[in-house]
């Protein structure tokens, strides 16, 4: 894992989406940095308190697990709730949660539409409508959102994922603006392909939707946009992260740090 190193002993950090994939490794890096984590996510029970007893052990940490649904705002309320009462602070909030459908825009499910913006990016707001009045109380917050270089580039047959990502983006200044003064950033990370589960499936989607092999996906499409032909790692991705959230990164706000390889720079 990533060399970089950040004093975060004794914070809490929220990761939403972080039973697998990049929200794991992100979970996973903020706890070998000090921090007591609280997990969120779907997938199976024995696994997910496998993850959650291996992270409290070997970072020596508090690890929480929390089944709320991103799709429902009373759940995603308790989760920050249950943070703060737990363990007495609210930091770091991560929202990382995502969902992904590839589809031409006349084929698009309407319930796709409504799942990924959910999803994506309305359990932000709710998210951090939470979060916001703990952080302020406490007088220090860290807000990262995850977005993706689809908040700043569009490609076809993912309308609702590309509209979800702008307005993570957008939502993310405008919350930065109001808490400026509170002791609180707001910032993005907007990585481009990492190889993800979710990346795993949209390999596949994507050669069902355009007709072309899984291979020609990845090198002709994927990686197509990224000038390095390498996807993002996670260790890249805990770097930025642990920049935002550290002392270095309190004047960063309303921001993005992409890690792209390069896509968005043409």
């Given at each position: 894992m990533g060399a970089v190193r950040v004093d975060l002993s004794g914070q809490t950090a929220v990761i939403t989406g972080s039973t697998s994939g990049i929200g794991a490794a992100l979970a996973e890096g903020l706890a070998r940095n000090?921090?007591?984590?609280?997990?969120?996510?779907?997938?199976?029970?024995?696994?997910?308190?496998?993850?959650?007893?291996?992270?409290?052990?070997?970072?020596?940490?508090?690890?929480?697990?929390?089944?709320?649904n991103m799709l429902k705002p009373d759940e995603i309320a308790d989760l920050i709730a249950f943070a703060k009462k737990e363990t007495g602070r609210l930091d770091i909030l991560v929202?990382?949660?995502?969902?992904?459908?590839?589809?031409?825009?006349?084929?698009?499910?309407?319930?796709?539409?409504?799942?990924?913006?959910?999803?994506?990016?309305?359990?932000?707001?709710?998210?951090?409508r939470a979060?916001?009045?703990?952080?302020?109380?406490?007088?220090?917050?860290?807000?990262?959102?995850i977005a993706s270089a689809h908040a700043l580039r569009a490609s076809p047959f993912k309308s609702a994922y590309i509209a979800a990502k702008h307005g993570v983006y957008g939502l993310t200044k405008a919350v930065a603006l109001e808490v400026a003064q509170a002791g609180i950033t707001a910032n993005c990370i907007n990585p481009g392909y990492v190889k993800t589960p979710l990346v795993e499936n949209q390999i596949a989607d994507t050669a069902k939707s355009r007709g072309i092999s899984e291979e020609e996906v990845v090198n002709d499409?994927?990686?197509?946009?990224?000038?390095?032909?390498?996807f993002v790692t996670y260790d890249q991705l805990l770097g930025a992260l642990l920049y935002l959230v550290s002392d270095d990164g309190a004047n960063v706000n309303g921001n993005a740090i992409t890690v792209d390889g390069g896509w968005t720079a043409k």
């Open positions: 000090g921090a007591n984590i609280v997990l969120n996510g779907l997938g199976d029970a024995g696994e997910i308190e496998q993850l959650r007893a291996r992270i409290a052990s070997e970072h020596s940490v508090t690890c929480l697990y929390h089944p709320s929202n990382n949660a995502g969902i992904q459908h590839v589809a031409p825009i006349d084929e698009f499910p309407t319930e796709k539409w409504d799942a990924i913006i959910g999803i994506n990016l309305s359990s932000v707001f709710h998210a951090m979060a916001v009045p703990v952080m302020k109380a406490g007088g220090h917050g860290r807000i990262v959102n499409v994927m990686l197509a946009a990224q000038p390095t032909k390498k």
